[in-house]
Protein backbone atom coordinates (compact mmCIF):
# COMPACT_ATOMS: atom_id res chain seq x y z
CA UNK A 1 0.00 0.00 0.00
CA UNK A 2 1.17 3.53 -1.10
CA UNK A 3 1.75 5.76 1.50
CA UNK A 4 0.69 9.23 1.95
CA UNK A 5 2.02 11.21 -0.79
CA UNK A 6 1.97 15.13 -0.21
CA UNK A 7 1.57 17.06 -3.03
CA UNK A 8 4.07 19.74 -4.16
CA UNK A 9 3.11 22.69 -5.19
CA UNK A 10 3.51 23.71 -8.72
CA UNK A 11 3.73 20.10 -9.57
CA UNK A 12 0.63 18.49 -11.02
CA UNK A 13 0.04 14.64 -12.39
CA UNK A 14 -3.12 13.30 -14.31
CA UNK A 15 -3.47 10.03 -15.72
CA UNK A 16 -6.09 8.03 -17.77
CA UNK A 17 -6.73 4.29 -19.50
CA UNK A 18 -5.48 4.69 -22.74
CA UNK A 19 -5.69 1.09 -23.69
CA UNK A 20 -1.91 1.04 -25.05
CA UNK A 21 -1.45 -3.21 -24.04
CA UNK A 22 -4.46 -3.62 -21.02
CA UNK A 23 -7.99 -2.33 -21.57
CA UNK A 24 -9.21 -0.49 -18.51
CA UNK A 25 -6.05 0.07 -17.00
CA UNK A 26 -3.84 3.32 -16.21
CA UNK A 27 -1.12 3.53 -18.87
CA UNK A 28 -0.84 7.07 -19.84
CA UNK A 29 0.40 9.89 -17.33
CA UNK A 30 1.02 13.46 -17.67
CA UNK A 31 2.92 15.73 -15.03
CA UNK A 32 2.60 19.26 -15.08
CA UNK A 33 6.00 21.61 -14.19
CA UNK A 34 5.30 24.95 -13.02
CA UNK A 35 7.55 27.83 -15.26
CA UNK A 36 10.56 28.42 -14.23
CA UNK A 37 11.14 24.71 -12.33
CA UNK A 38 14.41 23.37 -12.22
CA UNK A 39 14.87 19.96 -13.73
CA UNK A 40 17.35 17.42 -13.28
CA UNK A 41 17.69 13.78 -15.36
CA UNK A 42 19.69 10.43 -14.64
CA UNK A 43 19.46 8.36 -18.14
CA UNK A 44 20.01 4.72 -19.09
CA UNK A 45 23.52 4.02 -20.04
CA UNK A 46 22.30 1.47 -22.48
CA UNK A 47 23.73 1.90 -25.82
CA UNK A 48 20.37 0.58 -27.16
CA UNK A 49 18.59 3.22 -25.56
CA UNK A 50 14.49 4.29 -26.33
CA UNK A 51 13.72 6.67 -28.75
CA UNK A 52 11.90 8.65 -25.69
CA UNK A 53 15.41 8.14 -23.93
CA UNK A 54 16.91 9.75 -26.98
CA UNK A 55 14.67 12.47 -27.42
CA UNK A 56 14.60 13.57 -23.60
CA UNK A 57 18.23 13.95 -24.12
CA UNK A 58 17.71 16.43 -27.07
CA UNK A 59 14.39 18.60 -25.36
CA UNK A 60 16.59 18.84 -22.39
CA UNK A 61 19.33 20.63 -24.30
CA UNK A 62 17.05 22.96 -26.15
CA UNK A 63 14.48 24.01 -23.83
CA UNK A 64 13.17 24.40 -20.06
CA UNK A 65 10.86 21.40 -19.25
CA UNK A 66 7.27 22.01 -18.62
CA UNK A 67 5.44 18.67 -19.29
CA UNK A 68 6.76 15.17 -18.94
CA UNK A 69 4.67 12.09 -20.45
CA UNK A 70 4.71 8.55 -20.01
CA UNK A 71 3.38 5.93 -21.20
CA UNK A 72 3.79 1.94 -19.97
CA UNK A 73 3.05 -1.01 -22.39
CA UNK A 74 5.50 -0.14 -24.79
CA UNK A 75 9.27 0.46 -24.66
CA UNK A 76 9.64 2.32 -27.96
CA UNK A 77 12.77 1.01 -28.06
CA UNK A 78 14.67 -1.22 -30.78
CA UNK A 79 12.37 0.72 -32.71
CA UNK A 80 14.88 3.10 -34.93
CA UNK A 81 13.71 5.89 -36.54
CA UNK A 82 10.17 5.23 -37.10
CA UNK A 83 10.43 5.14 -33.37
CA UNK A 84 11.89 8.10 -33.28
CA UNK A 85 9.51 10.26 -35.12
CA UNK A 86 6.54 8.15 -32.72
CA UNK A 87 8.13 9.52 -30.35
CA UNK A 88 8.51 13.31 -31.65
CA UNK A 89 4.36 12.88 -32.62
CA UNK A 90 3.61 11.90 -29.07
CA UNK A 91 5.64 15.48 -27.71
CA UNK A 92 4.07 17.57 -30.59
CA UNK A 93 0.35 16.02 -29.28
CA UNK A 94 0.72 17.38 -25.74
CA UNK A 95 2.01 20.65 -26.54
CA UNK A 96 -1.16 20.86 -28.59
CA UNK A 97 -3.11 20.40 -25.95
CA UNK A 98 -0.80 22.24 -23.44
CA UNK A 99 -0.13 25.07 -25.45
CA UNK A 100 3.47 25.17 -25.18
CA UNK A 101 6.42 24.24 -27.11
CA UNK A 102 7.14 20.34 -28.12
CA UNK A 103 10.88 20.86 -26.72
CA UNK A 104 9.07 21.67 -23.28
CA UNK A 105 7.98 17.97 -23.40
CA UNK A 106 9.78 14.85 -22.28
CA UNK A 107 9.05 11.64 -22.97
CA UNK A 108 9.16 8.43 -20.93
CA UNK A 109 8.36 5.27 -22.20
CA UNK A 110 8.39 1.87 -20.76
CA UNK A 111 6.98 -2.12 -21.66
CA UNK A 112 7.80 -4.34 -24.65
CA UNK A 113 10.95 -3.80 -26.47
CA UNK A 114 10.72 -3.77 -30.31
CA UNK A 115 7.18 -2.98 -31.04
CA UNK A 116 6.06 0.45 -32.46
CA UNK A 117 3.47 2.72 -30.22
CA UNK A 118 -0.10 2.76 -30.61
CA UNK A 119 0.11 6.47 -31.42
CA UNK A 120 -3.68 6.78 -32.20
CA UNK A 121 -4.31 5.64 -28.61
CA UNK A 122 -1.40 7.84 -27.38
CA UNK A 123 -3.45 10.85 -29.16
CA UNK A 124 -6.96 10.42 -27.43
CA UNK A 125 -4.97 9.70 -24.34
CA UNK A 126 -2.97 12.39 -23.74
CA UNK A 127 -6.18 15.48 -23.79
CA UNK A 128 -8.02 12.87 -21.27
CA UNK A 129 -5.18 13.03 -19.02
CA UNK A 130 -4.17 16.39 -19.38
CA UNK A 131 -7.62 17.51 -18.40
CA UNK A 132 -6.93 15.58 -15.12
CA UNK A 133 -4.37 17.59 -14.40
CA UNK A 134 -4.23 17.93 -10.14
CA UNK A 135 -1.89 18.11 -7.46
CA UNK A 136 -3.46 14.70 -5.60
CA UNK A 137 -2.85 13.27 -8.94
CA UNK A 138 -0.03 11.28 -7.61
CA UNK A 139 -1.37 7.89 -6.48
CA UNK A 140 -3.41 7.34 -9.41
CA UNK A 141 0.25 8.38 -11.29
CA UNK A 142 2.08 5.52 -9.33
CA UNK A 143 -0.32 3.18 -10.77
CA UNK A 144 0.09 4.20 -14.30
CA UNK A 145 3.72 4.01 -14.81
CA UNK A 146 3.32 0.16 -13.93
CA UNK A 147 4.43 -2.86 -15.72
CA UNK A 148 5.07 -6.21 -14.37
CA UNK A 149 5.14 -4.72 -10.96
CA UNK A 150 2.77 -6.27 -8.34
CA UNK A 151 2.29 -2.98 -6.50
CA UNK A 152 2.44 0.90 -6.96
CA UNK A 153 5.89 2.36 -5.07
CA UNK A 154 5.85 6.04 -3.74
CA UNK A 155 7.60 8.33 -0.89
CA UNK A 156 7.07 11.37 0.67
CA UNK A 157 8.41 13.46 3.25
CA UNK A 158 8.61 17.17 4.50
CA UNK A 159 11.05 18.28 6.75
CA UNK A 160 11.99 21.82 7.78
CA UNK A 161 14.61 23.85 6.90
CA UNK A 162 15.44 27.29 8.87
CA UNK A 163 11.72 27.45 9.27
CA UNK A 164 10.55 26.80 6.00
CA UNK A 165 8.51 23.35 5.26
CA UNK A 166 10.19 21.71 2.46
CA UNK A 167 7.94 19.00 0.42
CA UNK A 168 9.62 16.49 -1.39
CA UNK A 169 7.63 13.68 -2.96
CA UNK A 170 8.20 10.87 -5.88
CA UNK A 171 7.22 7.86 -7.15
CA UNK A 172 8.90 4.52 -9.22
CA UNK A 173 8.22 1.42 -11.12
CA UNK A 174 10.47 -1.24 -11.55
CA UNK A 175 10.45 -5.13 -10.95
CA UNK A 176 12.44 -7.26 -13.45
CA UNK A 177 15.21 -5.82 -15.74
CA UNK A 178 16.87 -4.13 -13.00
CA UNK A 179 20.44 -3.05 -12.93
CA UNK A 180 19.96 0.66 -13.69
CA UNK A 181 23.48 1.19 -13.99
CA UNK A 182 23.08 5.34 -14.40
CA UNK A 183 16.64 -1.30 -15.07
CA UNK A 184 13.08 -1.22 -16.70
CA UNK A 185 12.89 1.42 -14.36
CA UNK A 186 11.77 4.82 -13.91
CA UNK A 187 11.41 7.35 -11.13
CA UNK A 188 9.80 11.21 -10.75
CA UNK A 189 10.44 12.70 -7.85
CA UNK A 190 9.70 16.22 -7.25
CA UNK A 191 10.08 19.36 -4.59
CA UNK A 192 8.64 22.53 -4.03
CA UNK A 193 12.01 23.86 -3.03
CA UNK A 194 13.55 26.44 -5.28
CA UNK A 195 16.86 25.24 -6.47
CA UNK A 196 19.91 26.19 -9.22
CA UNK A 197 19.69 23.63 -11.85
CA UNK A 198 23.33 22.89 -11.90
CA UNK A 199 22.40 22.42 -8.03
CA UNK A 200 19.94 20.08 -8.55
CA UNK A 201 21.77 17.78 -11.29
CA UNK A 202 24.44 17.12 -8.40
CA UNK A 203 22.12 16.16 -5.42
CA UNK A 204 20.34 13.71 -7.98
CA UNK A 205 23.36 12.34 -8.75
CA UNK A 206 24.28 11.56 -5.79
CA UNK A 207 21.17 10.15 -4.21
CA UNK A 208 21.04 8.05 -7.87
CA UNK A 209 24.81 6.35 -6.91
CA UNK A 210 23.79 5.33 -3.81
CA UNK A 211 20.18 3.96 -4.28
CA UNK A 212 18.88 3.00 -8.43
CA UNK A 213 22.40 2.58 -8.93
CA UNK A 214 22.99 0.11 -5.83
CA UNK A 215 20.15 -3.05 -6.83
CA UNK A 216 19.59 -5.52 -8.93
CA UNK A 217 16.98 -8.07 -9.75
CA UNK A 218 18.29 -9.76 -12.34
CA UNK A 219 21.45 -7.80 -13.67
CA UNK A 220 19.79 -6.67 -16.86
CA UNK A 221 20.26 -2.50 -17.29
CA UNK A 222 17.13 -1.74 -19.87
CA UNK A 223 16.95 0.73 -22.82
CA UNK A 224 13.93 2.97 -21.21
CA UNK A 225 15.68 3.53 -17.20
CA UNK A 226 15.31 7.01 -16.49
CA UNK A 227 15.43 9.26 -13.25
CA UNK A 228 13.77 12.81 -13.06
CA UNK A 229 13.89 15.16 -9.99
CA UNK A 230 11.91 18.77 -10.42
CA UNK A 231 12.54 21.52 -8.10
CA UNK A 232 9.25 23.78 -8.39
CA UNK A 233 10.34 26.38 -6.26
CA UNK A 234 6.85 27.06 -5.43
CA UNK A 235 7.96 26.87 -1.32
CA UNK A 236 8.98 29.32 1.05
CA UNK A 237 12.18 28.22 0.82
CA UNK A 238 15.21 30.77 -0.36
CA UNK A 239 16.92 29.52 -3.66
CA UNK A 240 19.23 27.17 -2.99
CA UNK A 241 22.34 28.70 -5.36
CA UNK A 242 25.14 26.33 -3.66
CA UNK A 243 26.26 23.35 -1.69
CA UNK A 244 25.84 25.09 1.42
CA UNK A 245 23.82 23.56 4.52
CA UNK A 246 20.27 24.33 2.94
CA UNK A 247 21.26 22.16 -0.33
CA UNK A 248 23.16 19.39 2.36
CA UNK A 249 20.02 18.75 4.34
CA UNK A 250 17.88 18.75 0.96
CA UNK A 251 20.19 16.57 -0.73
CA UNK A 252 20.20 13.99 2.42
CA UNK A 253 15.70 13.93 2.27
CA UNK A 254 16.23 13.45 -1.67
CA UNK A 255 18.50 10.60 -1.41
CA UNK A 256 16.21 9.54 1.50
CA UNK A 257 13.50 9.23 -1.09
CA UNK A 258 15.81 7.75 -3.55
CA UNK A 259 16.56 4.64 -1.20
CA UNK A 260 13.35 4.54 -0.11
CA UNK A 261 12.04 4.03 -3.68
CA UNK A 262 15.02 1.67 -4.76
CA UNK A 263 14.46 -0.64 -1.89
CA UNK A 264 10.54 -1.06 -3.12
CA UNK A 265 11.64 -1.98 -6.67
CA UNK A 266 14.17 -4.52 -5.46
CA UNK A 267 11.13 -5.79 -2.86
CA UNK A 268 8.90 -6.27 -6.10
CA UNK A 269 11.30 -7.58 -7.41
CA UNK A 270 9.51 -10.20 -10.08
CA UNK A 271 8.80 -13.67 -8.26
CA UNK A 272 10.88 -12.02 -5.56
CA UNK A 273 10.50 -13.78 -1.63
CA UNK A 274 13.41 -11.58 0.24
CA UNK A 275 15.07 -8.85 -0.08
CA UNK A 276 18.87 -9.68 1.13
CA UNK A 277 21.59 -7.07 1.64
CA UNK A 278 24.85 -7.57 0.63
CA UNK A 279 27.31 -5.62 2.14
CA UNK A 280 31.07 -5.62 1.97
CA UNK A 281 33.44 -3.78 4.01
CA UNK A 282 37.18 -3.51 4.17
CA UNK A 283 38.18 -3.25 0.78
CA UNK A 284 41.00 -1.20 -0.62
CA UNK A 285 38.60 0.57 -3.25
CA UNK A 286 34.78 0.96 -3.37
CA UNK A 287 35.22 -0.70 -6.79
CA UNK A 288 36.42 -3.85 -5.65
CA UNK A 289 33.52 -3.73 -2.66
CA UNK A 290 30.96 -3.78 -5.43
CA UNK A 291 32.54 -6.11 -7.80
CA UNK A 292 32.63 -8.64 -4.79
CA UNK A 293 28.89 -7.68 -3.87
CA UNK A 294 27.43 -7.61 -7.42
CA UNK A 295 29.26 -11.16 -8.37
CA UNK A 296 27.22 -12.28 -5.22
CA UNK A 297 24.19 -10.41 -6.03
CA UNK A 298 24.41 -11.54 -9.45
CA UNK A 299 24.64 -15.30 -8.99
CA UNK A 300 22.09 -17.75 -10.23
CA UNK A 301 23.16 -20.28 -7.50
CA UNK A 302 22.95 -17.81 -4.70
CA UNK A 303 19.88 -16.43 -5.84
CA UNK A 304 18.43 -19.57 -6.18
CA UNK A 305 19.71 -20.63 -2.77
CA UNK A 306 17.47 -17.83 -1.32
CA UNK A 307 14.57 -18.43 -2.60
CA UNK A 308 14.91 -22.11 -1.31
CA UNK A 309 16.17 -20.95 2.45
CA UNK A 310 19.36 -22.93 1.66
CA UNK A 311 22.01 -22.33 3.84
CA UNK A 312 24.60 -23.44 0.85
CA UNK A 313 27.30 -20.97 1.85
CA UNK A 314 29.20 -22.57 -0.37
CA UNK A 315 27.72 -20.60 -3.12
CA UNK A 316 28.44 -17.43 -0.97
CA UNK A 317 32.34 -18.47 -0.82
CA UNK A 318 32.59 -19.34 -4.46
CA UNK A 319 30.75 -16.23 -5.59
CA UNK A 320 33.71 -13.85 -3.54
CA UNK A 321 36.33 -16.31 -4.84
CA UNK A 322 35.34 -15.52 -8.67
CA UNK A 323 34.99 -12.02 -8.47
CA UNK A 324 38.32 -11.38 -9.42
CA UNK A 325 39.80 -9.51 -6.81
CA UNK A 326 43.63 -9.17 -7.18
CA UNK A 327 45.97 -11.37 -5.16
CA UNK A 328 43.20 -11.69 -2.65
CA UNK A 329 44.38 -12.76 1.06
CA UNK A 330 42.04 -15.89 1.92
CA UNK A 331 43.20 -15.23 5.41
CA UNK A 332 41.62 -11.55 5.98
CA UNK A 333 38.11 -13.24 4.69
CA UNK A 334 35.37 -13.30 6.87
CA UNK A 335 31.55 -14.10 5.94
CA UNK A 336 28.26 -13.32 8.15
CA UNK A 337 24.71 -14.28 7.47
CA UNK A 338 23.43 -11.16 9.83
CA UNK A 339 25.28 -12.06 12.87
CA UNK A 340 26.00 -15.58 11.90
CA UNK A 341 29.88 -16.15 11.43
CA UNK A 342 30.38 -18.60 8.08
CA UNK A 343 34.00 -18.42 7.36
CA UNK A 344 36.39 -17.00 9.58
CA UNK A 345 40.19 -15.73 8.68
CA UNK A 346 39.13 -17.84 5.23
CA UNK A 347 38.05 -20.92 6.44
CA UNK A 348 34.56 -22.66 7.64
CA UNK A 349 33.95 -21.00 11.24
CA UNK A 350 34.15 -23.64 14.22
CA UNK A 351 31.17 -22.58 15.62
CA UNK A 352 28.70 -22.08 12.99
CA UNK A 353 25.62 -24.98 13.12
CA UNK A 354 23.90 -25.62 9.80
CA UNK A 355 20.76 -24.28 12.49
CA UNK A 356 22.15 -21.15 12.61
CA UNK A 357 22.38 -20.39 9.45
CA UNK A 358 19.03 -21.95 8.44
CA UNK A 359 17.64 -19.52 11.16
CA UNK A 360 18.69 -16.51 8.79
CA UNK A 361 17.89 -17.93 5.74
CA UNK A 362 14.31 -18.23 6.92
CA UNK A 363 13.70 -14.84 7.11
CA UNK A 364 12.45 -12.47 4.32
CA UNK A 365 14.84 -9.67 5.09
CA UNK A 366 18.50 -10.29 5.94
CA UNK A 367 22.18 -9.35 5.02
CA UNK A 368 25.06 -11.62 3.55
CA UNK A 369 28.35 -9.36 4.73
CA UNK A 370 31.59 -9.87 3.54
CA UNK A 371 35.02 -8.13 5.36
CA UNK A 372 37.63 -8.89 2.78
CA UNK A 373 40.42 -7.76 5.08
CA UNK A 374 42.56 -4.93 2.80
CA UNK A 375 41.31 -1.60 3.53
CA UNK A 376 38.77 0.80 4.89
CA UNK A 377 35.96 1.20 2.36
CA UNK A 378 32.50 -0.64 2.16
CA UNK A 379 29.99 -0.76 -0.07
CA UNK A 380 26.67 -2.32 -0.33
CA UNK A 381 23.45 -3.66 -2.90
CA UNK A 382 20.30 -4.70 -2.68
CA UNK A 383 18.99 -7.43 -4.46
CA UNK A 384 16.14 -10.59 -4.16
CA UNK A 385 16.23 -13.99 -4.74
CA UNK A 386 15.28 -15.76 -7.88
CA UNK A 387 12.12 -17.98 -8.09
CA UNK A 388 10.24 -20.10 -10.12
CA UNK A 389 7.70 -17.24 -11.17
CA UNK A 390 10.59 -15.38 -12.26
CA UNK A 391 11.18 -17.27 -15.10
CA UNK A 392 7.13 -17.62 -15.04
CA UNK A 393 6.79 -14.04 -15.64
CA UNK A 394 9.19 -13.68 -18.15
CA UNK A 395 8.47 -16.45 -20.30
CA UNK A 396 5.43 -15.00 -20.62
CA UNK A 397 5.68 -11.25 -20.57
CA UNK A 398 4.16 -10.98 -24.30
CA UNK A 399 1.32 -13.53 -23.99
Known amino acids: MLPELYPVPGFRLGTTCAGIKTPDRRDLVVMELAEGSSCATVLTRNAFCAAPVMLAREHLAAAAPRYLLVNTGNANAGTGEQGLRDARRCCEALAETAGCGPEAVLPFSTGVIGESLPLAKIEQGIPVANAQLSDDGWQDAAHGILTTDTVPKGASHRLVIDGHTVTITGIAKGSGMIRPDMATMLAFIATDAAVDGEVLQACLKGAVEHSFNRITVDGDTSTNDACVLVA ?101 VDIHLDDVCIIRAGEPDAEYTEAAGQAVMDRDDFTIRVALGRGEFFERVWTCDLSYDYVRINAEYRT
Open 232 to 332: TGQGSLPRITDTGEHCTRLAAAIAGICVELAQAIVRDGEGATKFVTVAVEQGADCDECLKVAYTIAHSPLVKTALFASDPNWGRILAAVGRSGIPDLDLQG
